[in-house]
Protein backbone atom coordinates (compact mmCIF):
# COMPACT_ATOMS: atom_id res chain seq x y z
CA UNK A 1 0.00 0.00 0.00
CA UNK A 2 1.31 3.73 -1.11
CA UNK A 3 1.70 6.04 2.07
CA UNK A 4 -0.49 8.88 1.76
CA UNK A 5 1.47 12.05 2.36
CA UNK A 6 -0.92 14.88 1.54
CA UNK A 7 -1.47 16.74 4.64
CA UNK A 8 -4.96 17.63 6.14
CA UNK A 9 -7.47 19.51 4.36
CA UNK A 10 -5.51 18.92 1.14
CA UNK A 11 -7.26 17.23 -1.90
CA UNK A 12 -5.90 14.98 -4.75
CA UNK A 13 -7.59 15.69 -8.31
CA UNK A 14 -10.28 13.67 -8.37
CA UNK A 15 -12.03 14.88 -4.74
CA UNK A 16 -13.44 18.00 -3.77
CA UNK A 17 -11.02 20.07 -1.08
CA UNK A 18 -12.29 20.36 2.28
CA UNK A 19 -9.59 22.51 3.99
CA UNK A 20 -9.40 25.73 5.46
CA UNK A 21 -11.64 27.99 2.63
CA UNK A 22 -8.97 31.31 3.89
CA UNK A 23 -5.90 29.20 2.76
CA UNK A 24 -7.61 29.64 -0.85
CA UNK A 25 -7.78 33.68 -0.68
CA UNK A 26 -4.12 33.66 0.83
CA UNK A 27 -2.73 31.43 -2.24
CA UNK A 28 -3.87 34.05 -5.29
CA UNK A 29 -3.60 37.00 -3.19
CA UNK A 30 -7.18 38.12 -3.33
CA UNK A 31 -10.28 38.19 -1.59
CA UNK A 32 -12.46 35.35 -3.28
CA UNK A 33 -15.67 35.64 -0.32
CA UNK A 34 -15.68 31.79 -0.01
CA UNK A 35 -17.30 32.13 3.83
CA UNK A 36 -20.26 34.28 3.45
CA UNK A 37 -21.04 36.92 5.61
CA UNK A 38 -17.73 36.70 7.71
CA UNK A 39 -15.64 37.60 4.49
CA UNK A 40 -16.90 41.25 5.54
CA UNK A 41 -16.47 41.36 9.27
CA UNK A 42 -13.92 38.53 10.22
CA UNK A 43 -11.31 38.48 7.06
CA UNK A 44 -7.65 37.29 7.58
CA UNK A 45 -7.17 39.08 4.19
CA UNK A 46 -7.97 42.79 5.46
CA UNK A 47 -6.11 41.46 8.70
CA UNK A 48 -3.14 40.48 6.57
CA UNK A 49 -3.71 43.83 4.86
CA UNK A 50 -3.43 45.92 8.33
CA UNK A 51 -0.61 44.10 9.70
CA UNK A 52 1.28 45.26 6.74
CA UNK A 53 0.92 48.93 6.52
CA UNK A 54 3.25 51.08 7.32
CA UNK A 55 6.16 48.17 6.90
CA UNK A 56 6.41 49.49 3.03
CA UNK A 57 6.13 47.87 -0.21
CA UNK A 58 7.27 44.54 -0.18
CA UNK A 59 8.12 42.87 -3.37
CA UNK A 60 6.68 39.94 -4.51
CA UNK A 61 7.82 37.75 -7.50
CA UNK A 62 6.62 38.15 -11.06
CA UNK A 63 4.79 35.73 -12.18
CA UNK A 64 4.79 34.20 -16.15
CA UNK A 65 2.50 34.25 -18.40
CA UNK A 66 1.02 31.04 -17.59
CA UNK A 67 0.93 31.69 -13.87
CA UNK A 68 -1.08 34.88 -14.60
CA UNK A 69 -3.62 32.76 -16.82
CA UNK A 70 -3.67 29.89 -14.37
CA UNK A 71 -4.22 32.12 -11.40
CA UNK A 72 -7.04 33.76 -13.18
CA UNK A 73 -8.60 30.25 -13.92
CA UNK A 74 -7.97 29.10 -10.47
CA UNK A 75 -9.94 32.35 -9.11
CA UNK A 76 -13.00 30.83 -10.90
CA UNK A 77 -12.80 27.51 -9.90
CA UNK A 78 -12.40 28.18 -6.73
CA UNK A 79 -15.14 30.49 -5.90
CA UNK A 80 -17.32 28.09 -8.13
CA UNK A 81 -16.13 25.20 -5.70
CA UNK A 82 -16.09 23.00 -8.84
CA UNK A 83 -13.45 20.39 -9.46
CA UNK A 84 -11.08 20.64 -12.19
CA UNK A 85 -13.08 18.16 -14.36
CA UNK A 86 -16.43 19.82 -14.40
CA UNK A 87 -15.08 23.40 -14.60
CA UNK A 88 -12.87 22.04 -17.88
CA UNK A 89 -16.00 20.66 -19.42
CA UNK A 90 -18.36 23.60 -18.51
CA UNK A 91 -15.50 25.65 -20.67
CA UNK A 92 -15.80 23.48 -23.25
CA UNK A 93 -19.87 23.78 -23.55
CA UNK A 94 -19.37 27.61 -23.57
CA UNK A 95 -16.65 27.37 -26.26
CA UNK A 96 -19.38 25.42 -28.88
CA UNK A 97 -21.80 28.33 -27.79
CA UNK A 98 -22.94 31.46 -29.71
CA UNK A 99 -21.25 34.38 -28.71
CA UNK A 100 -17.68 35.33 -26.93
CA UNK A 101 -16.57 32.30 -24.75
CA UNK A 102 -15.91 33.99 -22.02
CA UNK A 103 -19.17 35.85 -21.48
CA UNK A 104 -20.66 32.61 -22.20
CA UNK A 105 -18.34 30.48 -19.46
CA UNK A 106 -19.60 33.49 -17.07
CA UNK A 107 -23.09 32.99 -17.80
CA UNK A 108 -22.99 29.40 -17.43
CA UNK A 109 -21.18 29.74 -13.86
CA UNK A 110 -23.62 32.47 -12.97
CA UNK A 111 -26.81 30.51 -13.45
CA UNK A 112 -25.67 27.24 -12.13
CA UNK A 113 -28.66 26.28 -9.35
CA UNK A 114 -26.16 26.61 -6.11
CA UNK A 115 -25.24 30.15 -7.70
CA UNK A 116 -28.64 31.45 -8.53
CA UNK A 117 -29.74 29.78 -4.65
CA UNK A 118 -26.65 32.09 -3.26
CA UNK A 119 -27.95 35.42 -5.07
CA UNK A 120 -31.19 34.88 -4.39
CA UNK A 121 -30.40 35.01 -0.61
CA UNK A 122 -31.44 31.72 0.34
CA UNK A 123 -27.65 30.97 1.69
CA UNK A 124 -24.54 33.36 2.39
CA UNK A 125 -22.18 31.56 0.92
CA UNK A 126 -21.58 28.99 -2.36
CA UNK A 127 -20.84 26.14 0.12
CA UNK A 128 -24.20 26.83 2.35
CA UNK A 129 -26.37 27.10 -1.05
CA UNK A 130 -24.60 23.81 -2.61
CA UNK A 131 -25.32 21.67 0.57
CA UNK A 132 -29.21 23.08 0.63
CA UNK A 133 -29.43 21.68 -2.92
CA UNK A 134 -27.89 18.65 -1.98
CA UNK A 135 -30.44 17.75 0.86
CA UNK A 136 -33.44 18.54 -1.71
CA UNK A 137 -34.82 21.86 0.12
CA UNK A 138 -34.91 23.39 -2.99
CA UNK A 139 -37.64 22.87 -6.34
CA UNK A 140 -37.22 24.42 -9.49
CA UNK A 141 -40.54 24.87 -11.53
CA UNK A 142 -42.16 22.93 -8.59
CA UNK A 143 -40.17 19.87 -9.15
CA UNK A 144 -37.39 19.02 -6.55
CA UNK A 145 -33.94 19.40 -7.70
CA UNK A 146 -31.01 18.17 -5.66
CA UNK A 147 -28.20 18.54 -8.80
CA UNK A 148 -26.08 21.84 -7.70
CA UNK A 149 -24.54 22.48 -10.98
CA UNK A 150 -28.40 21.82 -12.60
CA UNK A 151 -28.35 25.38 -14.96
CA UNK A 152 -31.12 27.99 -14.51
CA UNK A 153 -32.90 28.86 -17.54
CA UNK A 154 -35.14 32.15 -18.05
CA UNK A 155 -38.46 32.00 -16.73
CA UNK A 156 -37.46 29.46 -14.07
CA UNK A 157 -38.87 29.35 -10.61
CA UNK A 158 -36.75 28.51 -7.66
CA UNK A 159 -38.60 27.59 -4.29
CA UNK A 160 -37.31 27.44 -0.97
CA UNK A 161 -38.65 24.22 0.93
CA UNK A 162 -40.93 25.93 3.68
CA UNK A 163 -39.27 24.06 6.66
CA UNK A 164 -36.11 25.57 6.03
CA UNK A 165 -37.01 29.21 6.13
CA UNK A 166 -36.52 29.61 9.62
CA UNK A 167 -33.28 28.09 9.51
CA UNK A 168 -30.72 30.63 10.83
CA UNK A 169 -28.33 30.11 8.16
CA UNK A 170 -31.14 30.97 5.83
CA UNK A 171 -32.07 33.73 7.76
CA UNK A 172 -28.93 35.15 8.14
CA UNK A 173 -28.36 34.73 3.82
CA UNK A 174 -31.78 36.47 3.16
CA UNK A 175 -31.00 39.21 5.72
CA UNK A 176 -27.48 39.42 4.31
CA UNK A 177 -28.92 39.82 0.82
CA UNK A 178 -31.02 43.01 1.96
CA UNK A 179 -28.75 44.95 3.92
CA UNK A 180 -25.94 44.83 1.71
CA UNK A 181 -28.30 44.57 -1.20
CA UNK A 182 -26.52 41.66 -2.51
CA UNK A 183 -29.41 40.17 -4.99
CA UNK A 184 -29.12 41.24 -8.39
CA UNK A 185 -31.96 42.78 -10.46
CA UNK A 186 -32.20 39.20 -13.02
CA UNK A 187 -33.67 37.60 -10.32
CA UNK A 188 -36.87 38.55 -9.18
CA UNK A 189 -37.29 37.49 -5.32
CA UNK A 190 -40.64 36.92 -3.85
CA UNK A 191 -40.53 37.28 0.24
CA UNK A 192 -43.80 35.96 1.12
CA UNK A 193 -43.71 32.66 -1.18
CA UNK A 194 -39.43 32.15 -0.35
CA UNK A 195 -39.49 31.65 -4.26
CA UNK A 196 -36.53 33.63 -6.94
CA UNK A 197 -37.52 33.42 -10.22
CA UNK A 198 -34.20 34.46 -13.25
CA UNK A 199 -35.96 37.05 -14.70
CA UNK A 200 -32.73 37.07 -17.70
CA UNK A 201 -29.18 36.15 -18.45
CA UNK A 202 -27.31 38.21 -16.41
CA UNK A 203 -25.05 40.68 -18.20
CA UNK A 204 -21.19 40.79 -17.66
CA UNK A 205 -21.03 43.80 -15.68
CA UNK A 206 -23.44 41.80 -13.18
CA UNK A 207 -21.54 38.57 -12.64
CA UNK A 208 -20.21 38.10 -9.00
CA UNK A 209 -17.18 36.07 -10.36
CA UNK A 210 -14.08 39.40 -10.64
CA UNK A 211 -12.15 37.87 -12.98
CA UNK A 212 -10.93 38.38 -16.62
CA UNK A 213 -12.74 35.89 -18.64
CA UNK A 214 -10.21 36.28 -21.20
CA UNK A 215 -7.57 35.17 -19.37
CA UNK A 216 -9.66 31.96 -18.80
CA UNK A 217 -10.23 31.77 -22.62
CA UNK A 218 -5.97 32.01 -22.95
CA UNK A 219 -5.22 29.87 -20.93
CA UNK A 220 -7.28 27.27 -21.61
CA UNK A 221 -6.71 27.59 -25.43
CA UNK A 222 -2.90 26.97 -24.58
Known amino acids: MVADHRKPGEYS ?3 RYTGPSCKKCRKLGCKLFLKGTKCYSNCVMDKLASAKKGKGMQRRAKLSEYAVRLHEKQKARFISGMTEVPFANLFEKATKSAGQTGEQFLKYLETRLD ?3 KRAGFASSLRSARQIVLHGHIKVNDKVINVP ?3 VKVGDKITLDAKLAANVMV ?3 LEDAEKRALR ?4 EFDASK ?3 TLLRFPDRSESSYPVNDQLIVEH ?3
Not at 184 to 187: A, E, L, V
Open 13 to 15: NMS
Open 115 to 117: NVV
Open 149 to 151: SYQ
Open 171 to 173: KQG
Open 184 to 187: PSFI
Open 194 to 196: NTA
Open 220 to 222: YSK
